[in-house]
């Protein structure tokens, strides 16, 4: 008898891409039910797959964990016109741009939930953060570094970064 993914390799099938009938004409009379059995399997691997690849939300942080992310990185400074110098969970950044030797950054609450630690890299640097704020413009994959400075924000300019989720 024939495995799923023998069968696939046989007709030089992708994995991704499950033909029943294929399955159906190679598999002997008194064993369909192994064949919908190795169907089910297949769809259940790809079910998986698929939530892997989807964004990260709420429901997908634990997955989010084992893996780096990429996400597109700005600045900001304390000093940024519309900012309180206070982020939205309560610290006050108008001195500095750590809190508990983490530096702060912004997020999208809904991807990535207010107090969470992660490790960023950055193209210049490497360094764990707080998540501890958040920005209007800020949705989505997009983070916003806290810096000393706006004027120092625009030199670092805006990139994709690596972000790993610790807790």
């Not at 992660?118 to 810096?147: C, H, M, S, W, Y």
Request: one cysteine or more.
């Amino acid at each position: 008898m024939f495995s799923l993914l023998s069968l696939m390799e046989y007709n030089g099938y992708n994995y991704n891409y499950v033909d029943k009938q294929v399955i159906f004409q190679h598999t002997p009379q008194n064993k369909y039910e192994n064949a919908v059995i190795a169907i089910y399997s297949k769809a259940q691997q790809l079910k998986v797959v698929k939530q892997d690849s989807q964004k990260v939300d709420g429901a997908n942080l634990e997955k989010s964990k084992t893996k780096w992310l990429t996400f597109h990185a700005t600045y900001y400074g304390h000093d940024c016109n519309g900012c309180s110098g206070i982020t939205a969970t309560g610290i006050n950044v108008q001195n500095s741009i750590y809190f508990k030797d983490l530096r702060i950054v912004a997020v999208d609450p809904t991807i990535i939930p207010l107090g969470s630690i992660v490790e960023i890299q950055t193209p210049n640097e490497r360094f764990k953060a707080i998540a501890a704020d958040k920005g209007g413009a800020i949705k989505g994959r997009r983070l916003d570094i806290l810096v000393e400075s706006e004027y120092i924000a625009a030199q670092y300019g805006r990139h994709d970064m690596q972000l790993f989720i610790i807790q």
